[in-house]
T-cell receptor
Framework: ETGVTQTPRHLVMGMTNKKSLKCEQH?????MYWYKQSAKKPLELMFV???????ENNSVPSRFSPECPNSSHLFLHLHTLQPEDSALYLC???????????????FGPGTRLTVL | KNQVEQSPQSLIILEGKNCTLQ??????????LRWYKQDTGRGPVSLTI?????NTKSNGRYTATLDADTKQSSLHITASQLSDSASYIC???????????????FGKGTKLSVKP
């Protein structure tokens, strides 16, 4: 596997389900990101992990819970979602230096999530 | 307020023709400007990154320009191909300073369709 991979690619879940999205980066980067992409809206940055520490949480509802066990893996745990949470969820990674943020990001293919 | 505006929202051109996409931004303090290509159902892929001092950068048939005075950028596609059909996203990043985290501001994208 190369680059950034995400599983599953498609997910349909009910509002009472609990599921997790997985992201893995094979680029040796030290920062990982979760984005939400809804139709006709700009990408929304949800969470940032820099050197495995969460450095940003852009007012995301608590029904989304990130986990970064190491610099190569990132999870997004989902529970009691709403239909408006249906979107493409993208994972990205980058190599960051101290004091500099958001170098070139490499994106995964995304997980298309549908909440019924 | 930091904003990135892209135009047109969508564009249809014939194969072999050239086109230019626009990006206007009001972002401060400016760090760099990026253009991404996003195929349907895929994650964005970086085309170019330009800093304040760069006013043009090419990547094959893609040429990006940057006018830091007027805060405008354009992406010119030469001799378009069917595979150029995608959304093109302009992203502007800010420096981190004074303890503030840097930021990424995304445009909504231009959807380009290349027809045979």
């Amino acid at each position: 596997e190369t680059g950034v991979t995400q599983t599953p690619r498609h997910l349909v879940m009910g509002m009472t389900n609990k599921k997790s999205l997985k992201c893995e980066q094979h680029l040796g980067h030290n920062a990982m990101y979760w984005y939400k992409q809804s139709a006709k809206k700009p990408l929304e940055l949800m969470f940032v992990y820099n050197f495995k520490e969460q450095t940003e949480n852009n007012s995301v509802p608590s029904r989304f819970s990130p986990e970064c066990p190491n610099s190569s893996h990132l999870f997004l745990h989902l529970h009691t979602l709403q239909p408006e949470d249906s979107a493409l969820y993208l994972c990205a990674s980058s190599q960051e230096s101290s004091g500099v943020v958001y170098n070139e990001q490499f994106f995964g293919p995304g997980t298309r999530l549908t909440v019924l | 307020k930091n904003q990135v505006e892209q135009s047109p929202q969508s564009l249809i051109i014939l194969e072999g023709k050239n086109c230019t996409l626009q990006c206007n931004y009001t972002v401060s303090p400016f760090s760099n400007l990026r253009w991404y290509k996003q195929d349907t159902g895929r994650g964005p892929v970086s085309l170019t990154i330009m800093t304040f001092s760069e006013n043009t950068k090419s990547n094959g048939r893609y040429t990006a320009t940057l006018d830091a005075d007027t805060k405008q950028s354009s992406l010119h596609i030469t001799a378009s191909q069917l595979s150029d059909s995608a959304s093109y996203i302009c992203v502007v990043s800010t420096f981190s300073y004074g303890g503030s985290q840097g930021n990424l501001i995304f445009g909504k994208g231009t959807k380009l369709s290349v027809k045979p």
